[in-house]
């Protein structure tokens, strides 16, 4: 079967793949550009895990046909550091022990980065239902949450 | 296994590529397909696709609305208009399911999923088809009673008349996680009243059968009466009349029927 040219904006620079008819985006980003930050969970759209943002919005990358993306733009958390600091969600969830096991970790911090881009100063329940397509199965949410709403505030150490 | 994907600039294309290959999966959001896809479906070989405007158009001003099947529960969420199905469409996933599963899509989830389809059971919607033989308007009870056989066809949109009042329309889902999680019974009901009485009762019903289905005894029980407790107690004792539930991770069957009478005389009732 033939490969498919696909080009689109992977955090902020320009990449050109060939895809297999059927392949997902998670496959596309982690396997063919090797951004390993965004992770195979379910498979399903039930964790959380493989959480990308496509022209900003919050998507699930393995539910996402990779040649659909064409022409867009796709920020994961490997582009979210600001040079050498950590993007301010990141340090967040440091200083709150908001990751345990990690594997949640990069979907969680997609999906309060399309929260706070949207809306910089959410309160506790909108952070609640920011995270909620996002499973964590080690911090019990509350750090998590925490972080969130720390990182909203600016109350993060440098 | 790979498979072919096609892509197509109208929904007419589209729909003529679905309907001459029983291998073929219509992509719409990719909350069913790719799902399918990852698990190694093998009788999904060819995806077919439409970037056809026409598909994600919402038609919310008058009475009566349309929703293209593309749209998303994210618009639906975004469009003040359509604040009566708000609730169903937040009822849906997490936010990045919101932003891409969509109304068309939501007509074929499987139990214990399609909650948005049982509110628009519940408001008599019609669901626009076009297969090889052209489009047409199909009454979605039609539509969910064949829906093993409507593989081949492609889902244009879905329209409903806007209920009355905020009142004449409500509707409930029972999951065990919150803010998101599988329905174990999810209830919407339009009631509406004309001279204090109820006028063409509907109660709609997911989780409760293999497809969302309408509970006609609970129906039955409202028609042409007031809703005062006698009726709401009539009505949710009906409630199981014609269910055939099954059992899941969420909820089993017996379960699912002694809690559905419950939940719709709280929802008639108006209690939270």
Redesign the interface.
Known sequence: ?SK?PLQFRHNGRDVAIFV?????LLVALRELIGDMTPKFGC???GC?TC?VLIDG????S????A??VAGRSIETLDGMKQGPNLHPLQRAFADHFAAQCGYCTPGMLM?AK??LDRNPSPSRDEV???????ICRCTGYEPIINAILAAASGRVSA | ?????K?FASASEAAGALSSDRTARY?G???LV??A???GDVAIST?V?AQDQALTRIDASGPRITLGAGVTF?RILAERDLAFLHAPARSI?????R??GTVGGNLFAPSPYGDFTVALLALDATVAVAGGFGARDIPIEEFLQARERQAGTLVLSVSCTRPASSDAFRYRKIARIK??GGSVVTLAAHLPISGGRIAGARIALGSMAPTQIRARAAERALEGRSLDAATIAAAASAATEGTSPSDNALGSAWYRREIVGVHLRRLLSGQE
């Open positions: 079967m498919i297999d008819g059927g392949t997902n498979g399903q759209g959380g959480s919005e919050l998507h699930l393995c539910l996402t046909l040649e659909t999906a399309a929260l609640i239902e920011a995270i909620s397509g996002n | 296994m790979a498979v072919t994907v892509t992509l959001g990719g909350t790719m799902r896809l990852n698990e995806v696709r994210a996933g997490g936010p990045a399911v932003n891409m803010p998101k």
